[in-house]
């Protein structure tokens, strides 16, 4: 059976749009909760976010930033060997709701040959539960 090719969450935060994007496009945000710390060597379109993880870095490449709305990166698939160029692409965008803010995230590019890539998928569905539980603890100070 063939694994998904998206993973897709919705996310309404009590924080200013403002706010949450600080925390998806600054070294000191992303480290709060995506990663245990990251850097971010340029924040434009071809520029890189590095996330570490347990002591382990990733690469993402920036493919767009609409401030404060849209962000869109690539990152390389878990389980993979090093080099390997096969990467998902993320989409986070932003809408103001009521006094707070709607967070959109759509991750693809699971679909692809060979079948390795189901445990990538599980992965990242998990990552993503985690990872957006512990953004809103960031945002409420809480991490």
């Not at 590095?50 to 920036?62: A, D, E, K, N």
Request: with cysteine; aromatic share 6%; glycine share 14%.
């Amino acid at each position: 059976m063939p694994i998904p090719d998206r993973i897709e969450r919705t996310l309404d935060l009590a924080h200013p749009i403002e706010v949450v994007w600080a925390a998806l496009t600054t070294a000191e945000g992303l480290g709060g909760w995506l990663g245990d710390k990251a850097e971010i060597d340029d924040l434009r379109p071809g520029g890189q976010i590095r996330v570490c993880w347990g002591g382990t870095w990733s690469v993402l490449r920036i493919e767009t930033v609409e401030p404060p709305g849209r962000l869109c990166f690539t990152w390389p698939l878990e389980g993979l060997p090093p080099g390997d160029p096969r990467r998902t692409h993320v989409e986070i965008v932003l809408h103001p709701f009521g006094d707070g803010t709607r967070l959109g995230l759509t991750e693809t590019g699971f679909a692809q040959p060979p079948d390795e890539l189901a445990d990538a998928y599980r992965g990242n569905v998990e990552g993503w539960r985690e990872g957006l539980a512990k953004l809103l603890l960031h945002l409420d100070g809480r991490h």
